[in-house]
C-alpha cells in the first residue's frame, strides 16, 4: 500500500507517540524511505504546537535526516477528544502508536480505560472524516494475547487476553493489560463496521538502541539486572523483538496489500536463566545476581507464533544479542550503564 500525493513519493503519515521508543524509531525510519511524517506528542494542555520545542526535549525527533523538511510535530492527547484531527487530516496513513504506558498499577481504573478506549475511537474517527486514511496500523502488545486462563504454552492471533479473568484476579499489571485488550478489539471492530482499514501488530518486549532520551521501560526491564533497578532480574522468561524488526514490521503491514487482521511480531523468546548465560558471555565486565538467580526456578516462555507475518513474506533480521548489544550500547552513550 504506498502512499501518494502531498508532494512526496510516498506520502504523508501520522505517528501518534512520536517521542516514544517504538514511536521515534518508526519515525526515523518512514523518513529514510521517504515519508513525510507529521508525529503526535502529548503536552500540558494549552500548549500551542509552536511552543513545543520550548516546552519538552524531541531533539531526537527533529534532529534526524530529513526531519527539517518532512517532519511535522502536532500536540495531541488521548484525553482530549478531537486533538488529532489536524495531524491526521490530509494522511494517506496512520501508525497509532501513542499509549501512556503505566504497567506498574494492577488495578484497571473504569474511568481511565474508557479514557483510553475512546480517545484511541477517535483516532479512527478522525481518519474516516479525513477521507484520505488508506490504512491504520495499531500497535498492541502480547500483553492482549497471553492474559488468561487457558494455561497454552502456544498463542497465535486467535489468542486474547480475558479481560474479566484480569479484573477478578487482579493479574499483575491489569492496568495495562486491559485497556490495551480492549482498544485493540474495538479498533478492529470499529474497521470492519465503518469500512475502515485496520491492522494490529502484536509486539512482545521491544529490546534494542534506542535514540529518545528518557529510558524505555522494556529496556529498563530486559536489563534489569544490569541496570539494579526496582524490577529485580526483570522477567523469568518472555518473547522479545528487536526495535528494528517490530518498526519494519509496522512499514510492512502499511505497505502489504494483503495485510488483515491482527499480526503477532516475535522473533525470540528466552528463560532468565538462559538470558543471563548470554549476557555473561558477552559481558563479562557485567557482575550477575548470582544469589537471586539461584533463588529463581528455571521458566519457559510462551511461544508467540509469528507464522502468520511470516507467510506474507516479513523477515527478522536481529537476534538477542543484536538487541543486547544494541540496548546495552545505546545506555552506556546515554550514561545509564
Known amino acids: 500500500m504506498e502512499g501518494g500525493g502531498n508532494g512526496t513519493e510516498k506520502g504523508m503519515v501520522c505517528v501518534t507517540g512520536g517521542a516514544g521508543y517504538i514511536g521515534s524509531w518508526l519515525i526515523m525510519r518512514l523518513l529514510e524511505r521517504g515519508y513525510s511524517v507529521r508525529a503526535t506528542v502529548r503536552l500540558d494542555p494549552g500548549i500551542s504546537r509552536h511552543l513545543i520545542l520550548i516546552f519538552r526535549d524531541i531533539s531526537h525527533l527533529t534532529n534526524l535526516p530529513g526531519a527539517s523538511e518532512r517532519l511535522h510535530i502536532f500536540n495531541a492527547d488521548l484525553a482530549k477528544l478531537t486533538s488529532f484531527d489536524e495531524a491526521i487530516d490530509g494522511c494517506v496513513g496512520v501508525f497509532h502508536v501513542a499509549y ?5 498499577e494492577n488495578e484497571a481504573d473504569d474511568a481511565t480505560v474508557k479514557t483510553l478506549v475512546d480517545g484511541s475511537l477517535d483516532i479512527l474517527k478522525a481518519c474516516l472524516k479525513s477521507k484520505t486514511v488508506k490504512r491504520v496500523v495499531y500497535t498492541s502488545t502480547a500483553a492482549a494475547v497471553m492474559a488468561n486462563k ?15 479473568f484480569c479484573r477478578n484476579f487482579k493479574i499483575q499489571a491489569s492496568s495495562y493489560i486491559i ?5 485493540e478489539q474495538e479498533a478492529l471492530k470499529f474497521g470492519e463496521e465503518n469500512g475502515l482499514d485496520v491492522v494490529s501488530i502484536i509486539p512482545p518486549m521491544v529490546v534494542g538502541p534506542f535514540t529518545c532520551p528518557h529510558l524505555p521501560g522494556s529496556i529498563s526491564l530486559s536489563l534489569a539486572m544490569l541496570l539494579g533497578n526496582r524490577y529485580g532480574l526483570g522477567f523469568k522468561a518472555t518473547q522479545m523483538v528487536h526495535i528494528d524488526d517490530i518498526v519494519a514490521g509496522h512499514i510492512f503491514l502499511f505497505e502489504c496489500p494483503n495485510a ?3 499480526y503477532i511480531c516475535s522473533s ?11 549476557l ?5 565486565e557485567f557482575e550477575m545476581p548470582a544469589k537471586l538467580l539461584s533463588e529463581t ?4 516462555a510462551v511461544h508467540l507464533y509469528p507464522k502468520k507475518l511470516l507467510s506474507l513474506g516479513f523477515e527478522f533480521k536481529y537476534d538477542l544479542k543484536d538487541m543486547v548489544d544494541g540496548a546495552i ?6 550514561g545509564l550503564l
Request: charged content about 40%; some cysteine; proline content about 6%.
Open 297 to 300: 526456578k528455571e521458566e519457559k
Open 329 to 334: 550500547q545505546s545506555c552506556k552513550e546515554k
Open 179 to 183: 485497556p490495551k485488550t480492549l482498544i
Open 100 to 104: 501512556p504506558i503505566k504497567i506498574e
Open 260 to 262: 488483515k487482521g491482527r
Open 268 to 278: 525470540h523468546e528466552t528463560s532468565v536463566h538462559d538470558f543471563v548465560k548470554l
Open 150 to 164: 487457558t494455561g497454552l504454552k502456544e498463542m497465535d492471533e486467535n489468542s486474547w487476553s480475558d479481560v474479566e
Open 280 to 284: 555473561s558471555a558477552h559481558y563479562p
